[in-house]
């Protein structure tokens, strides 16, 4: 980026020392509390990489003649692309870029101009438009965008979102991993008519301020802006918006505003003390940076753990039921059932059709002791499911698991195994469905249906232990526990013993899990998952201060160690 930004700005004041105002833009860009929501969620690494690739392509076609006579420029572009789509507006930006810095020599023609740049740019908007349709090509049939609502509404309600990015950059002050915004339904709407309005000031800004030299890079920055955020504008998708869409279009702001900040300073007669004196001006540009670099600090301590984060988005997007049922899972995983209850039942009243609302409703009621309870919301899930699957085509395979679940642990078995054929119908590689349905089989002795439904398990995955368990071992677990008894004694290693304490914890023998575990201790002292098994044995004793001691050794060798995580909390809240 910043080999990027310095060319842009060289390019529009030769001679002028330049590279302070790159760097300053570059460490705005590497501070910004928005970026922190797209390098903290995982599933946006497709954002990060399709970013990076695009700026690598701009920079060496602007930085290196060998690369630009070769095309190599465009290697970035089609790896950025494999990543997300979005970085084919590389081509349209490369348009902007030699309009506004690479005009025809001797010519001034509208016309002249528009075939030196097609010239120019032709064979990277054909690369741009082949890597589109290639992905597209790639796509499953079965892959939807996600979004619910009608493109008309989609799109009406983009021009303010847009707005919000732009105001978000200056002030992200409202960050929140899972915003509750819904589409607009009428275009007389005071936020829709915000929105056409700075979609409309952004378009002429762009126009005015391409014409004048020393503006060019606040074109440029704009541009890419606008262009970066034009395919999530224009495809409808299950949230209007989202913070970490900013990663992208901010690569353009931040060249923009930070040009426009460096003339400001070099022709406003009231800013010339700080032309002067650039001590002070270092001063206030490190506690700029500093501010924003806070606000990134506290980002990333509410994306440390998934309880802060979700209880950020109750907080931020207090209308979006996901978020009131993940913070009530959270509480439910701590031991916390009345307060889960309380979120649960805030998400309902705000999606009442959602059907993991119900599945969770089902699961909190039936650890409370209310089985009518919970089955009523089990069944409520399929029906919601089941009216959604008619409209959508599409179906949710976790109502029918959980609810059979819930029937198994009823000893309903042969409603359990019906739900499951249905299961199977909907997704056959629901593995978890699978462990359940031999679960039953080997408890109702049914050793025939037990091996075939495990051989229809190795079928979908075929080194998966827990079904190669139940083919060899149908009756029970004890030939394998002595399998995995040879195994270590033969093959010590810290992985053997640490497979055989978990045999002996699903056994129900707790001291030999916990022998087993620190005979791979004393291989591999940092195990945390040895210490984990420890800890999951003193829990099924009630030993809590021996869990609480054993998960913390867990967790002080891997933090994020979230297995380790619950059983502490499980732990201090028996304790509690």
């Not at 978000?168 to 008519?193: G, R």
């Not at 998966?464 to 083919?471: R, T």
């Not at 195994?487 to 013993?497: I, L, M, V």
Request: proline share 5%.
């Amino acid at each position: 980026m910043f080999f990027l930004i310095r060319t842009v700005f060289s390019l529009t004041l030769p001679g002028t020392s330049v590279s302070v105002t790159a760097l300053f833009a570059t460490a705005w860009y590497l501070l910004h509390p928005a970026n922190a929501e797209t390098i903290n969620y995982i599933i946006s690494r497709s954002d990060t990489l399709s970013t990076l690739f695009v700026v690598i392509a701009f920079m060496l076609y602007a930085c290196s003649p060998f690369c630009r006579r070769y095309f190599l420029y465009l290697i970035p572009v089609a790896l950025g692309t494999l990543a997300k789509p979005t970085a084919v507006m590389f081509g349209p930006m490369l348009a902007v870029y030699v309009f506004l810095f690479e005009e025809s020599p001797g010519d001034e023609k509208l016309f002249t101009r528009i075939r030196h740049i097609l010239i120019k740019t032709t064979p990277a908007l054909l690369f741009c438009i082949g890597c589109y349709y290639f992905t597209r090509i790639m796509e499953p049939a079965t892959w939807v965008p996600g979004g619910e609502t009608s493109k008309l509404n989609y799109l009406i309600t983009q021009p303010f979102v847009l707005f919000r990015y732009f105001y978000t950059f200056f002030l992200p002050v409202d960050l929140s991993a899972d915003t509750d915004w819904k589409p607009f339904t009428s275009l007389l709407d005071i936020k829709c008519i915000i929105g056409f309005i700075f979609l409309l000031f952004l378009l002429v800004s762009i126009l005015l301020l391409s014409q004048k030299k020393v503006w060019k890079p606040v074109a440029f920055g704009l541009s890419w802006f606008f262009l970066a955020l034009l395919p999530t504008s224009l495809t409808p998708l299950a949230e209007v918006m989202n913070d970490h869409r900013m990663f992208f279009p901010y690569v353009g702001l931040v060249i923009s505003v930070s040009w426009t900040a460096f003339i400001l300073l070099r022709k406003l007669p009231f800013l010339a003390p700080l032309r002067m004196h650039k001590d002070v001006l270092g001063i206030v540009c490190f506690l700029f940076l500093g501010a924003y670099a806070f606000g990134t600090h506290e980002r990333n301590v509410v994306w440390h753990d998934e309880e802060r984060l979700w209880k950020d988005v109750t907080i931020k997007s207090p209308e979006n039921g996901r978020g009131q049922m993940n913070y009530g899972l959270n509480l439910m995983q701590k031991g916390d059932y009345a307060g889960a209850e309380i979120y649960f039942k805030k998400g309902l009243e705000l999606w009442p059709y959602y059907s993991y609302l119900h599945i969770n409703m089902g699961v909190l009621k039936e650890a409370q002791g209310n089985p009518a309870e919970a089955e009523a919301y089990f069944k409520k899930a399929l029906a919601c499911d089941q009216a959604l699957a008619k409209e959508k085509n599409s179906a949710n395979p976790e109502c029918y698991f959980y609810y059979a679940r819930f029937l198994k642990n009823q000893n309903r078995f042969p409603e359990a195994l019906n739900l499951l054929d249905q299961l199977f119908r909907i997704s056959p590689g629901h593995l978890n469905g699978r462990y359940l349905q031999m679960e039953i089989y080997q408890q109702q002795g049914q050793s025939d249906k037990l091996k075939a439904a495990a051989q229809q398990t190795l079928q979908l995955s075929p080194n998966d232990p827990i079904a190669q368990n139940y083919l060899l071992h149908p009756a029970g677990n004890t030939s394998y526990l002595d399998a995995l008894i040879i195994k270590a004694s033969n093959q010590p290693s810290p992985e053997n013993y640490l497979e055989l304490s978990l045999a002996y914890y699903n056994a129900g023998k707790y001291a030999l899990c916990i022998t087993a575990s620190q005979e791979a201790l004393k291989l591999k002292k940092d195990f945390a998952e040895a210490w984990n098994n420890i800890g999951a044995c003193y829990g099924q004793q009630e030993n809590w201060e021996e869990e609480i001691k054993a998960c913390k050794e867990a967790l002080r060798i891997r933090p994020d160690f979230e297995l380790a995580k619950n059983n502490l909390n499980w732990a201090l809240q028996h304790k509690k």
